[in-house]
């Protein structure tokens, strides 16, 4: 069975550029999260889907991020303009669902750069 | 406030050794936990969850334990192989489904 697949693995832009983050999770699963991981730190939920729909966005700096998951398969977060504390490990993960001792499987996530 | 707190925040042994992991939490209501390794350039890879009632999880050398009471969990390695150098996070998981991850622990295991 595939694990969630993120690309690119590695990006590195400029301040106030663009970018964006691909993800696909494993097949079947209706939950995708985004979480933002800083250096020697945990993980931090930005957004969480259940199918298409973003159920819990509250911690996603909406000035400057969007996400979006078309179809309820895969998703896109992107980050317009970026700046330099957006430098990170963006990680991806998916479960069957929501809630309860469901597993999350997460991608090796995108490390983001910004100079 | 909803926190998880791990100690040591590194340690290193050496290869054989075993050692201890320590989780404390204030997390409330409490649904589960979770104990996650996460390998330099890696996303995390689970390792056990627990429920509110199971008291200790196996996963090969990996054993957690979990003190809902005291509201603190460990995780304990037994002969340590240099493939367990990572990230150990501790991870708990609110009844809103919002998991709270630890800042983890940082283990070198040197030959």
């Known amino acids: 069975e595939a694990g969630v697949v993120q690309s690119p693995r590695y990006k590195i832009i400029e301040k106030k550029q663009p970018v964006a983050f691909w993800c696909n999770p494993i097949?079947?699963?209706?939950?995708l999260y985004w979480y933002r991981q800083n250096l020697g730190q945990g993980p931090e939920l930005l957004i969480r889907?259940?199918?298409?729909?973003?159920?819990?966005d509250s911690q996603l700096p909406k000035d400057r991020f969007s996400a979006e998951r078309l179809k309820g398969v895969d998703s896109t977060l992107k980050i317009q303009p970026a700046e330099l504390g957006d430098s990170a490990v963006y990680l991806c993960?998916?479960?069957?669902?929501?809630?309860?001792?469901?597993?999350?499987?997460f991608g090796p996530g995108t490390r983001l750069t910004v100079t | 406030k909803n926190q998880v707190e791990q100690s040591p925040q590194s340690l290193i042994i050496l290869e054989g050794k075993n050692c201890t992991l320590q989780?404390?939490?204030?997390?409330?209501?409490?649904?589960?936990l979770r104990w996650y390794k996460q390998d330099t350039g890696r996303g995390p890879v689970s390792l056990t969850i627990?429920?509110?009632?199971?008291n200790t999880k196996s996963n090969g050398r990996y054993t957690a334990t979990l003190d809902a009471d005291t509201k603190q969990s460990s995780l304990h390695i037994t002969a340590s192989q240099l493939s367990d150098s990572a990230s150990y996070i501790c991870?708990?998981?609110?009844?809103?489904?919002?998991?709270?991850f630890g800042t983890g622990t940082r283990l070198q295991v040197f030959p």
């Open positions: 993960a998916s479960s069957l669902e929501a809630g309860g001792p469901h597993e999350q499987y």
């Open positions: 097949s079947g699963h209706n939950t």
């Open positions: 889907y259940e199918n298409e729909e973003a159920v819990d």
């Open positions: 989780c404390n939490y204030t997390v409330s209501p409490f649904s589960n």
């Open positions: 627990m429920t509110f009632s199971e």
């Open positions: 991870v708990v998981s609110a009844n809103t489904d919002k998991l709270i």
